[in-house]
């Protein structure tokens, strides 16, 4: 269940909406086809925007909260499955409850998203099953309408139970996590082994994992690499933890790394001709995924 009493209205929901977070990681990691159209860097790093402020919060919030115990809580809980169960399509319904009340008129629901991401993936020729990825890869949005904070939804996502990277945004703000401190937490391997592989690290919790462990049976498995690990930019865009990495993560990393700029840069403020579009996913969601899923 989510955690009532213990955080405000303001620390559950730092953020105005969701995509404040997407569009402070457009600025961190600027579309490079953008920048060769002539768009300076500087151009996306707007300091007055407030909402880099709320983003700076967000942060603070998720090093502060997500210690290794806080994961181990929230993979217990929601890794039972036992709130709801849905037609792939219920739930594309049910993630669109997300309602973006910041800029109504400009931003697209996550459905939207999800299918551009799709859209963007097939146009490129590739399989078929990572289309599908594109089409799922946030459906662990869910989160934030089960009552979770958006700092345990989004943001992302990196190793706990071990040292920090600095390779993460906002590292400052882990020394006020309570593991900063903690004799074995605080250790480069902490509680892993050397090369141990990431199947065996826990990740801070958020709607990677959530979605992963989702559809984990359905997909194959560099699609589950690309659900898994999207938000672990410490490691598919800054190389760090290569400490915990086994040959598998790094034959898995290229996948993950594939699969980033259609996350980020497919974006569109023309949403695809869903009647169009309709038969093709409805036909590659049966194809892979069972009638319902869990969450
Ligand atoms: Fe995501
Ligand atoms: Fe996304």
């Not at 594109?134 to 934030?144: E, I, R, S």
């Not at 945004?169 to 902490?190: Q, R």
């Amino acid at each position: 269940m989510a955690t009532p009493g213990k955080f405000s209205e303001k620390e559950i929901n730092p953020l105005g909406s969701l995509d404040e977070w997407e569009d402070d990681l457009l600025q961190r990691y600027p579309d490079p086809d953008t920048i060769a159209k002539d768009k300076s860097k500087e151009e996306y790093r707007n300091y007055d925007d407030p909402a880099r402020d709320t983003v700076r919060e967000f942060y603070r919030l998720n090093h502060t909260h997500q210690t290794f115990d806080f994961v181990q809580e929230k993979r217990k809980d929601f890794l039972q499955f036992n709130r709801k169960e849905m037609t792939v399509w219920d739930a594309f319904n049910f993630l669109n409850q997300l309602v973006d009340d910041s800029d109504p008129d400009t931003d697209l629901d996550q459905f939207q998203h999800l299918l551009q991401a799709a859209e963007a993936i097939r146009a490129d020729g590739h399989p078929d099953w990572m289309v599908l990825t594109g089409l799922m890869h946030d459906m662990g949005k869910v989160l934030c309408l089960f009552g979770e904070p958006q700092w345990a939804v989004v943001g992302d996502t990196f190793p706990v139970g071990c040292a920090y990277s600095d390779k993460i945004v906002y590292p400052e703000f882990f020394k006020n996590n309570t593991d900063y401190t903690n004799p074995v937490f605080s250790t480069k391997l902490g509680v892993y082994s050397q090369n141990c592989g990431l199947r065996n690290v826990s990740m801070s919790w958020g709607h990677d994992e959530y979605v992963y462990q989702m559809v984990k049976d359905y997909l194959p498995e560099p699609g589950l690499y690309m659900l898994r690990y999207h938000s672990f930019y410490a490691w598919h865009r800054e190389g760090a933890y290569d400490h915990l990495l086994d040959d598998h993560d790094r034959e898995m990393l290229k996948w993950v790394k594939l699969f980033n700029p259609y996350d980020l840069y497919s974006k569109n403020p023309t949403p695809p001709d869903w009647k169009q579009l309709r038969t093709y996913y409805e036909d590659l969601v049966a194809k892979y995924l069972p009638s319902t899923i869990k969450f």
